[in-house]
């Protein structure tokens, strides 16, 4: 083999490697100390309301160069049709992007509060919302903001980070998304898993969030309750051999088709980040009106464990 062979070989092993890491899902503590102030990194503060985080949090003190954005308000969802916390049209969220310094180049790297599970949800729907726009070289600090500052010596930055706008293209993965049709056609398919994230009293039927129309699930559906994936529902995400056994349990194959509901998509996207970027399913979606608009759809099949 001779030389320029060996040094072209060389050459795309470490391309694949640095992609590849710099790819990964979720990255620690150590790599965001040694990586937020990259270039080509920008690191997300999406902390909110609800974690008990906002600007005013961010200000007082965040993870070295970190931008803010905010999860609820910030433009990250938007109504539509009724439907609250939907994915926006795409040139609306493209513009978001690129405003917050970000291009199809950019690795970005998302941060949570990181006390429960619900507010890991923010950065997984953060997360997914990348990916659909095509853009998959996003990571989520796995523990959040409160794993960062767990070390005292771990540096704090006060202030605001301005950065400038640049241009990010969206290229809308449309196969990522599951409608209230595609839900219908896979109830009693034989193929297709139907995965409720929400906690169990409001599948078995209890209670329903409030813009719900009806109590109860989609006829078929598993319990998979969001909380789960995390460690003791906080901001940690269980390991691999952890999350096989739940899903055992709560009688869900990791690997097959999937689609994976909730109310509006928030509990929803941690799902999907666990099958899909943990379990490494590449058959999981997410129905982003999930049950709220499911139980508006009048004709929309409805089982329910608790009647009265």
Not at 65 to 94: H, M, N
Request: one cysteine or more; proline letters at 4%.
């Amino acid at each position: 083999m001779n030389k320029l062979i060996k040094t072209l070989i060389a050459t795309s092993a470490l391309f694949l490697i640095s992609n590849a890491f710099a790819a990964l899902p979720l990255v620690d503590v150590d790599w965001i100390k040694a990586n937020s102030c990259n270039d080509d990194v920008r690191v997300l503060d999406i902390r909110n309301g609800l974690d008990g985080g906002s600007r005013t949090e961010y200000l007082k003190g965040h993870i070295p160069c970190a931008v803010y954005t905010d999860y609820l308000k910030g433009g990250w969802r938007e109504g539509v049709k009724k439907v609250p916390g939907q994915l926006p049209p795409t040139s609306k969220i493209a513009k978001l992007i690129g405003d917050l310094g970000i291009d199809n180049d950019t690795h970005v790297v998302i941060y949570h509060h990181g006390k429960n599970a619900l507010d890991v949800g923010s950065a997984t729907r953060v997360y997914w919302t990348f990916n659909v726009l095509g853009h998959d070289n996003v990571s989520i600090l796995n523990g959040g903001y409160l794993a960062y500052i767990a070390d005292e010596k771990n540096k704090i930055e006060k202030g605001n980070n301005k950065v400038e706008a640049r241009v990010f293209d969206a290229n809308l993965q449309t196969d990522m998304l599951a409608t209230a049709a595609d839900v219908k056609a896979a109830i009693g398919d034989g193929k297709t898993q139907l995965v409720d994230l929400r906690p169990q009293h409001q599948f078995v039927g209890i209670n329903r969030h409030p813009k719900s129309k009806r109590n109860g699930t989609i006829p078929g559906a598993k319990n998979l309750p969001e909380s789960w994936m995390t460690v003791n529902g906080g901001g940690t995400f269980r390991n691999k051999e952890e999350l096989a056994q739940l899903y055992a349990v709560a009688e869900v194959d990791p690997m097959g088709a999937q689609i994976d509901f909730c109310n509006t998509g928030h509990w929803a996207s941690l799902g999907w980040f666990v099958s899909s970027e943990i379990m490494g399913n590449d058959n999981a979606k997410l129905y982003d009106g999930s049950m709220v608009e499911w139980t508006a759809i009048a004709d929309m099949p409805m089982e329910r464990a608790i009647n009265y």
